[in-house]
Nanobody, 126 residues
Framework: VQLQASGGGLVQAGDSLSLSCAASGRTFSLYRMGWFRQAPGKEREFVAA????????YYADSVKGQFTISRDNAKNTVYLQMNSLKPEDTAVYYC????????????????????WGQGTKVTVSS
């Protein structure tokens, strides 16, 4: 599967932004999807993940109640709605996919994902 992330940009603190990740391939619905981010000089970190059906959703504690992950299997797309953005949300955001992840633990670990989008940059000014 190939992933194409989009929707990043420069916003002010408190603004909202919606990221999209479009996937190619007919088996998108089988893939577990995740969003990760990487700030300059920092390790890539987990943001949110969704099971193949969207029935199991996971968030990093730092974004709970602020970000929402969703997926539309008919459109081969996963979304990340980001509200009340803060300067510390500034990072390059990556979407990732893998068909084999069957536990919450594995879905939170970026090293378990085999397919990655190119990243979309989000900059939040104070």
């Amino acid at each position: 599967v190939q992933l194409q992330a989009s929707g990043g940009g420069l916003v002010q603190a408190g603004d909202s932004l919606s990221l999209s990740c479009a996937a190619s391939g007919r088996t998108f619905s089988l893939y577990r999807m995740g969003w990760f981010r990487q700030a300059p000089g920092k390790e890539r970190e987990f943001v949110a993940a969704a099971s193949w059906s969207g029935g199991f959703i996971y968030y990093a504690d730092s974004v709970k109640g602020q970000f929402t992950i969703s997926r539309d299997n008919a459109k081969n797309t996963v979304y990340l709605q980001m509200n009340s953005l803060k300067p510390e949300d500034t990072a390059v955001y990556y979407c990732a996919a893998d068909p084999r992840l069957n536990t919450a633990y594995s879905m939170l670990d970026y090293r378990r994902y085999n397919y990655w989008g190119q990243g979309t940059k989000v900059t939040v000014s104070s």
